[in-house]
Protein backbone atom coordinates (compact mmCIF):
# COMPACT_ATOMS: atom_id res chain seq x y z
CA UNK A 1 0.00 0.00 0.00
CA UNK A 2 1.10 3.73 -0.97
CA UNK A 3 2.81 5.61 2.53
CA UNK A 4 0.71 8.58 2.36
CA UNK A 5 2.49 10.14 5.15
CA UNK A 6 2.61 14.12 3.66
CA UNK A 7 7.26 13.66 4.36
CA UNK A 8 6.89 17.38 2.60
CA UNK A 9 8.65 20.12 4.89
CA UNK A 10 5.96 22.37 6.88
CA UNK A 11 6.36 25.79 5.32
CA UNK A 12 4.35 29.27 6.94
CA UNK A 13 3.89 32.06 5.28
CA UNK A 14 3.83 35.63 6.47
CA UNK A 15 1.35 38.32 4.36
CA UNK A 16 -0.29 35.30 3.59
CA UNK A 17 -3.67 37.15 2.47
CA UNK A 18 -1.94 39.97 0.48
CA UNK A 19 -1.19 39.63 -3.20
CA UNK A 20 2.39 38.19 -2.69
CA UNK A 21 1.30 35.84 0.19
CA UNK A 22 -1.01 34.88 -2.54
CA UNK A 23 1.41 33.32 -5.14
CA UNK A 24 3.01 31.93 -1.91
CA UNK A 25 0.09 30.01 -1.05
CA UNK A 26 -0.72 29.06 -5.02
CA UNK A 27 2.90 27.91 -5.91
CA UNK A 28 3.61 26.13 -2.39
CA UNK A 29 -0.19 24.06 -3.18
CA UNK A 30 1.91 21.56 -5.67
CA UNK A 31 4.96 21.70 -4.55
CA UNK A 32 7.15 18.60 -4.14
CA UNK A 33 9.56 20.00 -1.58
CA UNK A 34 7.22 22.28 1.10
CA UNK A 35 3.87 22.10 2.11
CA UNK A 36 1.59 25.33 3.75
CA UNK A 37 1.42 24.16 7.19
CA UNK A 38 0.54 28.17 8.48
CA UNK A 39 -0.40 31.48 7.48
CA UNK A 40 -0.06 34.40 9.37
CA UNK A 41 -1.89 38.26 8.20
CA UNK A 42 -2.47 41.32 10.44
CA UNK A 43 -5.16 41.41 13.00
CA UNK A 44 -7.85 42.21 10.52
CA UNK A 45 -7.53 38.20 9.65
CA UNK A 46 -6.82 36.78 12.68
CA UNK A 47 -8.94 34.41 13.86
CA UNK A 48 -10.88 33.62 10.85
CA UNK A 49 -10.37 30.78 8.28
CA UNK A 50 -7.97 31.59 5.60
CA UNK A 51 -10.72 31.33 2.61
CA UNK A 52 -12.74 33.82 5.04
CA UNK A 53 -10.33 36.17 5.38
CA UNK A 54 -8.83 36.57 1.87
CA UNK A 55 -9.64 38.56 -0.90
CA UNK A 56 -8.54 35.83 -3.40
CA UNK A 57 -7.25 37.84 -6.62
CA UNK A 58 -5.33 35.35 -8.54
CA UNK A 59 -6.83 33.43 -11.57
CA UNK A 60 -6.95 30.05 -10.59
CA UNK A 61 -9.37 28.70 -7.54
CA UNK A 62 -7.61 29.01 -3.53
CA UNK A 63 -6.16 25.53 -3.38
CA UNK A 64 -8.28 23.54 -0.93
CA UNK A 65 -5.41 22.95 1.64
CA UNK A 66 -5.15 26.40 2.27
CA UNK A 67 -8.97 27.26 2.40
CA UNK A 68 -9.55 25.87 6.02
CA UNK A 69 -6.18 26.69 7.55
CA UNK A 70 -6.32 29.40 10.53
CA UNK A 71 -5.12 32.78 10.09
CA UNK A 72 -2.30 33.16 12.70
CA UNK A 73 -0.84 36.26 14.19
CA UNK A 74 2.54 36.94 14.74
CA UNK A 75 3.15 36.28 18.40
CA UNK A 76 1.73 32.73 17.88
CA UNK A 77 4.43 30.30 17.93
CA UNK A 78 5.03 28.34 14.97
CA UNK A 79 5.96 25.00 14.27
CA UNK A 80 7.35 25.53 10.64
CA UNK A 81 11.07 25.42 10.26
CA UNK A 82 11.30 27.39 7.15
CA UNK A 83 9.33 30.56 6.34
CA UNK A 84 8.35 32.96 3.52
CA UNK A 85 7.47 36.46 4.76
CA UNK A 86 5.36 38.79 2.63
CA UNK A 87 4.88 41.35 5.39
CA UNK A 88 5.12 44.98 4.50
CA UNK A 89 8.63 46.79 4.91
CA UNK A 90 7.11 48.56 7.86
CA UNK A 91 6.59 45.36 9.93
CA UNK A 92 8.51 42.66 8.97
CA UNK A 93 11.82 44.40 10.44
CA UNK A 94 11.75 42.63 13.82
CA UNK A 95 9.43 39.68 13.25
CA UNK A 96 11.50 38.23 10.84
CA UNK A 97 14.59 38.82 12.82
CA UNK A 98 12.61 37.25 16.01
CA UNK A 99 12.06 34.07 13.32
CA UNK A 100 15.71 33.39 12.52
CA UNK A 101 16.71 34.00 16.19
CA UNK A 102 14.08 31.30 16.99
CA UNK A 103 15.97 28.88 14.34
CA UNK A 104 13.91 28.92 11.59
CA UNK A 105 14.82 29.93 7.98
CA UNK A 106 13.67 32.60 6.60
CA UNK A 107 12.98 33.72 3.02
CA UNK A 108 12.11 37.67 2.50
CA UNK A 109 10.52 39.45 -0.07
CA UNK A 110 10.39 42.68 1.93
CA UNK A 111 12.79 45.50 1.40
CA UNK A 112 13.96 45.90 5.15
CA UNK A 113 17.25 43.50 5.20
CA UNK A 114 18.09 43.83 1.61
CA UNK A 115 20.77 46.15 1.99
CA UNK A 116 21.97 44.16 5.44
CA UNK A 117 25.97 43.78 5.05
CA UNK A 118 25.34 39.93 6.85
CA UNK A 119 21.87 39.25 4.81
CA UNK A 120 22.39 37.70 1.31
CA UNK A 121 20.23 39.41 -1.51
CA UNK A 122 20.16 36.16 -3.77
CA UNK A 123 19.44 35.18 -6.82
CA UNK A 124 20.77 31.91 -7.28
CA UNK A 125 21.46 31.60 -10.95
CA UNK A 126 23.36 35.07 -10.55
CA UNK A 127 25.13 35.14 -6.83
CA UNK A 128 24.70 31.89 -5.03
CA UNK A 129 28.35 32.70 -3.91
CA UNK A 130 26.49 35.08 -1.57
CA UNK A 131 25.01 32.47 0.84
CA UNK A 132 28.80 32.57 2.32
CA UNK A 133 27.39 35.82 4.53
CA UNK A 134 25.41 33.67 6.43
CA UNK A 135 28.53 32.57 8.36
CA UNK A 136 29.23 36.71 9.29
CA UNK A 137 25.46 36.91 9.91
CA UNK A 138 25.65 33.90 12.31
CA UNK A 139 28.45 34.90 14.30
CA UNK A 140 27.12 38.94 14.48
CA UNK A 141 23.62 38.06 15.67
CA UNK A 142 23.95 34.85 17.29
CA UNK A 143 21.00 33.10 15.31
CA UNK A 144 20.29 29.83 14.72
CA UNK A 145 18.24 30.76 12.30
CA UNK A 146 18.64 31.91 9.35
CA UNK A 147 17.31 35.33 6.90
CA UNK A 148 18.22 35.40 3.31
CA UNK A 149 16.28 37.88 0.63
CA UNK A 150 15.19 38.22 -2.84
CA UNK A 151 15.80 41.27 -4.37
CA UNK A 152 12.98 44.27 -5.45
CA UNK A 153 10.34 42.37 -8.68
CA UNK A 154 12.26 44.79 -11.31
CA UNK A 155 15.59 44.87 -10.18
CA UNK A 156 15.49 40.82 -10.10
CA UNK A 157 14.16 40.82 -14.05
CA UNK A 158 16.82 43.51 -14.83
CA UNK A 159 20.04 41.51 -13.29
CA UNK A 160 18.86 38.01 -14.61
CA UNK A 161 19.23 40.00 -17.79
CA UNK A 162 22.51 41.97 -17.60
CA UNK A 163 24.02 38.87 -15.48
CA UNK A 164 25.35 36.85 -18.70
CA UNK A 165 25.93 40.55 -20.74
CA UNK A 166 28.48 41.00 -17.04
CA UNK A 167 29.84 37.46 -17.01
CA UNK A 168 30.83 37.72 -21.06
CA UNK A 169 31.76 41.12 -21.69
CA UNK A 170 31.63 43.16 -18.51
CA UNK A 171 29.37 45.99 -18.40
CA UNK A 172 30.45 49.80 -18.13
CA UNK A 173 26.79 52.03 -17.60
CA UNK A 174 23.59 51.46 -18.29
CA UNK A 175 19.98 53.35 -18.14
CA UNK A 176 16.86 51.40 -17.63
CA UNK A 177 13.05 52.76 -17.84
CA UNK A 178 10.23 50.79 -16.11
CA UNK A 179 6.77 50.54 -16.90
CA UNK A 180 5.52 48.25 -13.60
CA UNK A 181 2.10 46.17 -13.20
CA UNK A 182 -0.50 47.39 -10.65
CA UNK A 183 0.04 44.58 -8.73
CA UNK A 184 3.42 45.15 -7.40
CA UNK A 185 1.49 47.56 -5.18
CA UNK A 186 -0.50 45.01 -3.19
CA UNK A 187 -3.55 44.89 -3.37
CA UNK A 188 -5.52 47.22 -3.60
CA UNK A 189 -3.08 49.24 -4.03
CA UNK A 190 -3.24 52.16 -6.69
CA UNK A 191 -6.31 53.67 -6.50
CA UNK A 192 -8.24 52.98 -10.31
CA UNK A 193 -8.78 56.90 -10.43
CA UNK A 194 -4.95 57.30 -10.16
CA UNK A 195 -4.27 54.65 -12.85
CA UNK A 196 -7.07 54.45 -15.87
CA UNK A 197 -6.07 56.26 -18.75
CA UNK A 198 -2.73 57.08 -17.03
CA UNK A 199 1.09 56.41 -16.29
CA UNK A 200 2.69 57.58 -12.68
CA UNK A 201 6.44 58.37 -13.37
CA UNK A 202 6.85 57.81 -9.68
CA UNK A 203 7.01 54.74 -7.22
CA UNK A 204 8.64 56.10 -4.09
CA UNK A 205 12.17 54.51 -3.17
CA UNK A 206 11.73 52.19 -6.03
CA UNK A 207 14.81 53.94 -8.43
CA UNK A 208 17.26 53.87 -5.53
CA UNK A 209 16.05 50.25 -4.51
CA UNK A 210 16.82 48.87 -8.18
CA UNK A 211 20.36 50.67 -8.39
CA UNK A 212 21.62 49.95 -5.05
CA UNK A 213 20.22 46.09 -5.25
CA UNK A 214 21.51 45.75 -8.38
CA UNK A 215 25.34 46.59 -7.60
CA UNK A 216 25.26 44.39 -4.73
CA UNK A 217 23.58 41.27 -6.55
CA UNK A 218 26.66 41.82 -9.58
CA UNK A 219 29.22 42.59 -7.28
CA UNK A 220 31.18 40.55 -4.87
CA UNK A 221 31.36 38.48 -1.34
CA UNK A 222 35.07 38.31 0.09
CA UNK A 223 34.32 38.37 3.58
CA UNK A 224 31.99 41.18 2.99
CA UNK A 225 29.76 42.18 0.02
CA UNK A 226 32.04 44.42 -2.85
CA UNK A 227 29.74 46.17 -4.76
CA UNK A 228 29.70 46.06 -8.50
CA UNK A 229 30.91 49.22 -10.52
CA UNK A 230 28.57 49.79 -12.81
CA UNK A 231 27.25 53.46 -13.70
CA UNK A 232 23.55 53.28 -13.88
CA UNK A 233 20.73 55.25 -14.04
CA UNK A 234 16.55 54.33 -13.26
CA UNK A 235 13.36 56.06 -14.28
CA UNK A 236 10.59 53.76 -12.32
CA UNK A 237 6.78 54.36 -13.23
CA UNK A 238 3.57 52.89 -12.36
CA UNK A 239 1.73 51.94 -15.94
CA UNK A 240 -2.01 50.22 -15.88
CA UNK A 241 -1.28 46.59 -16.13
CA UNK A 242 -2.39 44.02 -14.27
CA UNK A 243 0.78 41.46 -13.70
CA UNK A 244 4.22 41.95 -15.14
CA UNK A 245 6.66 44.63 -15.57
CA UNK A 246 8.98 45.58 -18.61
CA UNK A 247 12.06 47.56 -18.63
CA UNK A 248 13.75 49.46 -21.26
CA UNK A 249 17.61 49.25 -21.36
CA UNK A 250 20.26 50.64 -23.02
CA UNK A 251 23.57 49.21 -21.92
CA UNK A 252 27.44 50.30 -22.49
CA UNK A 253 29.19 47.03 -22.69
CA UNK A 254 33.19 46.48 -23.11
CA UNK A 255 34.18 45.66 -26.40
CA UNK A 256 31.18 47.15 -28.13
CA UNK A 257 29.95 43.76 -29.06
CA UNK A 258 27.48 42.78 -32.22
CA UNK A 259 24.25 42.07 -31.51
CA UNK A 260 24.25 38.52 -32.50
CA UNK A 261 26.95 37.65 -29.62
CA UNK A 262 24.67 39.15 -27.11
CA UNK A 263 21.71 37.51 -28.03
CA UNK A 264 23.22 34.70 -27.87
CA UNK A 265 25.21 35.44 -24.09
CA UNK A 266 21.15 35.79 -23.04
CA UNK A 267 20.49 32.25 -24.80
CA UNK A 268 22.88 30.02 -23.42
CA UNK A 269 22.72 31.61 -19.80
CA UNK A 270 22.61 29.01 -17.31
CA UNK A 271 23.25 28.78 -13.68
CA UNK A 272 22.93 26.43 -10.16
CA UNK A 273 19.02 25.83 -10.04
CA UNK A 274 19.23 24.55 -14.11
CA UNK A 275 22.50 22.57 -12.92
CA UNK A 276 21.01 21.07 -10.05
CA UNK A 277 17.36 20.97 -11.88
CA UNK A 278 15.68 22.55 -8.89
CA UNK A 279 11.91 21.98 -9.21
CA UNK A 280 10.81 26.29 -9.36
CA UNK A 281 13.69 26.36 -11.59
CA UNK A 282 12.89 27.55 -15.41
CA UNK A 283 14.88 25.61 -18.50
CA UNK A 284 15.78 28.56 -19.33
CA UNK A 285 16.53 31.86 -17.28
CA UNK A 286 16.35 34.13 -20.05
CA UNK A 287 14.10 33.59 -22.92
CA UNK A 288 15.22 35.19 -26.03
CA UNK A 289 11.93 36.63 -28.40
CA UNK A 290 12.52 37.72 -31.75
CA UNK A 291 9.26 39.08 -32.67
CA UNK A 292 9.37 42.94 -33.16
CA UNK A 293 6.80 43.55 -30.61
CA UNK A 294 7.85 41.42 -28.28
CA UNK A 295 8.13 40.76 -24.82
CA UNK A 296 4.60 42.11 -24.34
CA UNK A 297 3.50 41.58 -20.35
CA UNK A 298 -0.30 39.89 -21.81
CA UNK A 299 1.47 37.78 -24.05
CA UNK A 300 5.22 37.13 -22.29
CA UNK A 301 4.95 37.09 -18.16
CA UNK A 302 3.89 33.42 -17.75
CA UNK A 303 6.59 32.45 -19.84
CA UNK A 304 8.54 29.35 -18.20
CA UNK A 305 5.50 29.69 -15.16
CA UNK A 306 6.44 33.20 -14.63
CA UNK A 307 9.90 32.38 -13.68
CA UNK A 308 11.93 33.18 -16.66
CA UNK A 309 12.28 37.12 -17.74
CA UNK A 310 11.94 37.61 -21.53
CA UNK A 311 14.51 39.39 -23.70
CA UNK A 312 13.13 41.09 -27.05
CA UNK A 313 14.11 44.17 -29.25
CA UNK A 314 18.07 43.63 -28.99
CA UNK A 315 19.45 46.62 -31.19
CA UNK A 316 22.11 49.18 -31.30
CA UNK A 317 21.55 52.33 -29.18
CA UNK A 318 23.20 55.35 -30.60
CA UNK A 319 23.76 56.84 -27.04
CA UNK A 320 25.42 53.31 -24.96
CA UNK A 321 26.09 50.84 -27.70
CA UNK A 322 22.90 48.34 -26.87
CA UNK A 323 19.62 48.47 -26.25
CA UNK A 324 16.75 45.86 -25.26
CA UNK A 325 13.65 45.06 -23.39
CA UNK A 326 13.27 42.84 -20.47
CA UNK A 327 9.96 42.05 -18.96
CA UNK A 328 9.19 39.33 -16.08
CA UNK A 329 6.15 38.45 -13.77
CA UNK A 330 6.17 40.69 -10.70
CA UNK A 331 4.49 38.36 -8.32
CA UNK A 332 6.10 35.16 -9.22
CA UNK A 333 9.45 35.22 -10.49
CA UNK A 334 9.67 38.73 -9.08
CA UNK A 335 8.59 37.51 -5.45
CA UNK A 336 7.03 34.26 -4.42
CA UNK A 337 8.48 32.27 -6.87
CA UNK A 338 12.11 33.49 -6.61
CA UNK A 339 12.07 33.06 -2.55
CA UNK A 340 11.11 29.48 -3.21
CA UNK A 341 13.26 29.03 -5.50
CA UNK A 342 15.89 30.36 -2.87
CA UNK A 343 14.54 27.67 -0.38
CA UNK A 344 14.75 24.79 -2.84
CA UNK A 345 18.78 25.89 -3.54
CA UNK A 346 19.02 25.55 0.41
CA UNK A 347 17.35 22.26 0.62
CA UNK A 348 19.41 20.96 -1.93
CA UNK A 349 22.53 22.60 -0.28
CA UNK A 350 22.10 21.01 2.82
CA UNK A 351 21.33 24.50 4.70
CA UNK A 352 17.76 24.48 5.84
CA UNK A 353 17.55 23.69 9.68
CA UNK A 354 15.63 20.52 9.05
P1 LIG B 1 -0.24 43.47 0.25
O1 LIG B 1 -1.01 42.90 -0.87
O2 LIG B 1 -0.56 44.81 0.75
O3 LIG B 1 -0.27 42.41 1.48
C1 LIG B 1 0.25 42.71 2.74
C2 LIG B 1 0.13 41.53 3.69
O4 LIG B 1 0.69 41.88 4.97
C3 LIG B 1 -1.28 41.07 3.99
O5 LIG B 1 -1.28 39.69 4.28
C4 LIG B 1 -1.65 41.84 5.25
O6 LIG B 1 -2.58 41.14 6.08
C5 LIG B 1 -0.33 41.87 5.97
N1 LIG B 1 -0.24 43.11 6.81
C6 LIG B 1 -0.59 44.36 6.46
N2 LIG B 1 -0.38 45.23 7.48
C7 LIG B 1 0.13 44.50 8.49
C8 LIG B 1 0.56 44.81 9.80
N3 LIG B 1 0.51 46.05 10.32
N4 LIG B 1 1.03 43.81 10.57
C9 LIG B 1 1.11 42.57 10.07
N5 LIG B 1 0.71 42.22 8.83
C10 LIG B 1 0.24 43.16 8.05
O7 LIG B 1 1.33 43.57 -0.14
P2 LIG B 1 2.17 42.69 -1.21
O8 LIG B 1 2.17 43.33 -2.54
O9 LIG B 1 1.78 41.28 -1.08
O10 LIG B 1 3.66 42.91 -0.68
C11 LIG B 1 4.17 42.25 0.47
C12 LIG B 1 5.67 42.51 0.56
O11 LIG B 1 6.33 41.98 -0.61
C13 LIG B 1 6.02 44.01 0.61
O12 LIG B 1 7.12 44.20 1.46
C14 LIG B 1 6.40 44.32 -0.84
O13 LIG B 1 7.26 45.41 -0.95
C15 LIG B 1 7.08 43.02 -1.27
N6 LIG B 1 7.06 42.74 -2.71
C16 LIG B 1 5.92 42.86 -3.43
C17 LIG B 1 5.95 42.57 -4.81
C18 LIG B 1 4.73 42.67 -5.68
O14 LIG B 1 4.87 42.52 -6.91
N7 LIG B 1 3.53 42.90 -5.13
C19 LIG B 1 7.12 42.14 -5.39
C20 LIG B 1 8.27 42.02 -4.60
C21 LIG B 1 8.22 42.31 -3.28
P3 LIG B 1 -4.14 41.54 6.13
O15 LIG B 1 -4.74 41.08 4.84
O16 LIG B 1 -4.62 40.78 7.30
O17 LIG B 1 -4.20 43.03 6.30
Redesign the pocket.
Known amino acids: MANLKDERIPVAVL ?7 QRFVQLLARHPWFRVAELV ?5 TGKRYGE ?1 TDWRLDASMPDEARDLPVRD ?1 DAQLDSPVVFS ?7 GEIEQRMAREGRALFS ?3 THRMDPDVPLLIPEVNPGHVAALETQRRNRGWSGLLVTNP ?2 SAIHLVLALKPLHDAFGIDALAVTTMQAV ?5 PGVPSLDMIDNVVPFIPTEEEKMTEETMKLLGGYDGGFVPAAITMTAHCNRVPVRDGHTECVSIRLHGEPPLDDVAEAFRAFRGRPQELDLPSAPKQPVVVRDERNRPQPVLDRDTEQGMASVVGRIRPCPLLGTKFVVLGH ?2 IR ?2 AGASILNAELFKLEGLLPV
Open positions: GATGSVGASDRSAYALPGEVANTSNCSGAGYNTGA
